[in-house]
């Protein structure tokens, strides 16, 4: 069975950086593509990149260029999400997901969410 | 960035009862060498996180139940639940995969009546 677990809730003040870890089990991590996908509250979700666990390669919204990097490490089957200098707005509910095939931007799996707070 | 609508941003429906969602695409997600819409939709559940229903427009994932149907081509989608039932209470979301980056619609609520 294909599982997607997600780091635990983090609070954190504007100006810091936040960093969320999502470890699969079930199939081969190198496999698949990851995405990261955010969801501010009562909002659609919003894809914010992905990275080749196979390479490390990534691609990154244009919005979060500059401020968001996904790292990988394939001995433990985890892919990591960090954003920096976090805003207010960056409060959301944060997501990775499995592509369902090699770059089809699908996402067939999800894991649980992971609840960022930024909040003076 | 394609820009993705849906109509109407909510719904209340009588068990049994067909309930249908509208998604509109600003340019077509139908591409020319493929023949495919890529167009996707997705269930969200309270505290949950989105779950594929349908992608290629009109081709249901796995487990998926067949009361869920999707149609439409180019710019214009359908997303049909043929009877309601109980468990379909959910935030419905279309989402283009056309290129990058890909876009999720703002979300059509569906309750009972």
């Known amino acids: 069975q294909v599982h997607l677990v997600q780091s635990g809730a983090e609070v954190k003040k504007p100006g810091a950086s936040v960093k969320v870890s999502c470890m699969v089990s079930g199939y081969t991590f190198t496999d698949y593509y990851i995405h990261w996908v955010r969801q501010a509250p009562g909002q659609g979700p919003e894809w914010m990149g992905w990275i080749n666990p196979n390479s490390g390669g990534t691609n990154y919204a244009r919005k979060f260029q500059g401020r968001v990097t996904m790292t990988r490490d394939t001995s433990i089957s985890t892919a990591y999400m960090e954003l920096n200098r976090l805003k207010s707005d960056d409060t959301a509910i944060y997501y990775c997901?499995?592509?369902?095939?090699?770059?089809?931007?699908?996402?067939?799996?999800w894991g649980q969410g992971t609840l960022v707070t930024v909040s003076s | 960035d394609i820009v993705m609508t849906q109509s109407p941003d909510s719904l209340a429906v009588s068990l049994g009862e067909r309930a249908t969602i509208n998604c509109k695409s600003s340019?077509?997600?139908?591409?020319?060498?493929?023949?495919?819409?890529?167009l996707a939709w997705y269930q969200q559940k309270p505290r949950q996180p989105p779950r594929l229903l349908i992608y290629w427009a009109s081709t249901r994932e796995s487990g998926v139940p067949d009361r869920f149907s999707g149609s439409g081509s180019g710019t214009d989608f359908n997303l049909t639940i043929s009877s309601l039932q109980a468990e379909d209470v959910a935030v419905y979301f279309c989402?283009?995969?056309?290129?990058?980056?890909?876009?999720f619609g703002p979300g059509t609520k569906v309750d009972i009546k």
């Open positions: 997901a499995r592509d369902m095939a090699k770059w089809q931007l699908l996402f067939d799996y």
């Open positions: 340019q077509t997600v139908l591409h020319s060498s493929t023949n495919k819409n890529y």
């Open positions: 989402q283009h995969n056309y290129n990058t980056p890909p876009v």
